[in-house]
């Protein structure tokens, strides 16, 4: 059965550091994978997505993701954080059908 | 481009009664899926429209339903609703299929179900 898994609830960093929000897939086939974010009192927005080509993927807001197929790993990065970067962080895999099957969430939280 | 709608914002039901959400998507987006978040569930995959017909479906029970109409618009309708429903309920349009193509996402609708 395809899954996705965010191992940490909650990632601290200060500004200006890299921040890192790990995620590990099981799926069969070839992974199409997908990162979201979601601010206080609102939906999901999309911020990168691996389907084929490159390991490391660049999306929105400077957030990029490096694809790892032996360690079935997508984790999302970024070189800086900012205090605007805190929110509740979504990995997803896409499923059997096409729909996707999201991770529990990282609450990702900045501090300046 | 005007973005996801979703009506209504916040709802209170008192255990029993039913509720119809509707979803506005993306002009142009044939994919309309729906979605519940609780604190300690996340996001469970409740169903996905396509071009008028129900694509996928996630495993919840029968009281929950929904469809889809000919302009894209969607609408989800909760039957003799229990305590454990009150959830925020995001819809998500995509062009093809949230698995496929980019999802854009409603600020959702938050249900309490007293």
Request: net charge positive; glycine share 10%; with cysteine.
């Amino acid at each position: 059965a395809q899954s996705v898994a965010q191992p940490e609830d909650q990632v601290n960093v200060a500004e200006g550091n890299p921040l890192t929000v790990k995620c590990t897939y099981s799926v069969s086939g070839n992974p199409y994978l997908f990162w979201y974010v979601q601010y206080p009192n609102r939906g999901l927005q999309f911020l990168l997505k691996y389907i084929t080509g490159d390991n490391l993927v660049k999306g929105s807001y400077g957030f990029e993701a490096e694809f790892n197929k032996s360690q079935t790993s997508f984790h999302l990065k970024k070189p800086s954080a900012l205090v605007s970067d805190s929110a509740l962080y979504f990995c997803a895999v896409r499923a059997q059908g096409g729909k996707l099957i999201f991770g529990q969430g990282t609450e990702l939280s900045v501090k300046p | 481009k005007a973005g996801v709608t979703q009506t209504p914002r916040y709802l209170i039901k008192t255990r029993g009664q039913q509720v119809t959400l509707s979803c506005s998507p993306i002009s142009g987006h044939r994919s309309v899926s729906w979605y519940q978040q609780t604190p300690g569930q996340g996001l469970q995959f409740l169903f996905e429209y396509f071009s008028e017909t129900q694509r996928n479906k996630g495993n919840f029970p029968g009281r929950f339903s929904g469809r889809q109409f000919s302009n894209s618009r969607s609408e989800m309708n909760v039957s003799t609703l229990e305590l454990g429903d009150s959830a925020l309920y995001l819809c998500a349009s995509s062009l093809e299929g949230l698995g496929i193509t980019e999802a854009f996402f409603g600020q959702g609708t938050r249900l309490t179900v007293v």
